[in-house]
């Protein structure tokens, strides 16, 4: 039973339910009644199923951006989404200040659909996992909601994967672009020999930014953690080794340079080169083509370190002209 008195500031409404304790100030008695009635429910729900109904998302994104994430390589690509997903308004109440218990599937489903009209689906798909994740450990770990509300939220069609294959003059212009001469003096030479490094071996752009020189064993380059998260062994061709030893020594990584600087850098060569609808992650998609010329799907899953063999489908990009040749 609630019990409400007249205060100066206002109408005072104290409950108890089980021995837990709440309160609060209203301007008017009717709205300290429904607060009560309302607020009494929630706690006996709290008691009745262990299930903390006070917590916002902004309460699940900060606990999980503390506890979680630091155990992920992408902890601050997290952070800043998980904040941006907090400041979405959905019904005039931004997500971050909506109770978790009130989050439903029908208000994720209008922050997909506001998200769908700037982003792909494929970008609002990494959120909705990224989403589920929090909701779920809120559920299995932290029992502040009773189911995640992201089960029942229709997932976006993922678009086409890309099938960006990079000619032999377009390589060219890109490194003449780069100011690359056969000698590396410059971090753009640098930057193009990356590209060439990349074509060669397949490996990511932060994989190559992150090389040191006590990673190269003989013809092998060791990962000692990957963007999946385990550790992984390139086998390195001729050329790549050639390339390599283009490199000035003294730098704490092989190239010298980082990922930021290596797509700012790419970006402007690209343009200038003019080059279009190329990225630096293409390089991974024309090196498992021309090395799937040469190794099997098992040697070659194992060198690009695919767990899954259906991602090879998506990276090998090998035309239909090429594929009638062998025929």
Known sequence: MASITKQKTGWRVQISVKGTRDSSVLPTKAEAQAWAVEREAQMRRMVETGVNTDKTCQDAF??????????????????????????????????????????????????????????????????????????????REWKWISSSPTVDVRRPQNPQPRDRRITDDE??????ALGFDGEVTTKSSAIAVAFLFAIETAMRAGEICGLTWVDIEGNVAHLPRTKNGTKRSVPLSGRAIELLG?????????????????????????????VDDLTFHDTRHEAITRLAKKLNVLELARMVGHKDLTMLQIYYNETAAELAKKL
């Open 246 to 274: 283009l490199l000035p020594p003294g730098n704490d990584t092989c190239f010298g340079i980082s990922t930021a600087s290596l797509d700012a850098l790419f970006r402007k060569a690209r343009g200038a080169a003019g």
């Open 171 to 176: 390589i060219e212009r890109i490194c003449l």
């Open 62 to 139: 900060d606990r999980y951006s503390a506890e979680v994430s630091p155990h992920k390589r992408g902890a601050r690509w997290e952070g800043i989404r998980l904040a941006a997903i907090a400041r979405h308004v959905v019904d005039r109440v931004s997500l971050g200040e909506m109770k978790l218990c009130d989050v439903t599937a029908d208000v994720l489903g209008q922050w997909r659909d506001e998200r769908l009209l700037s982003v792909a689906g494929s970008t609002v798909n990494r959120d909705l996992n990224l989403l589920s994740h929090v909701f779920t450990t809120a559920r």
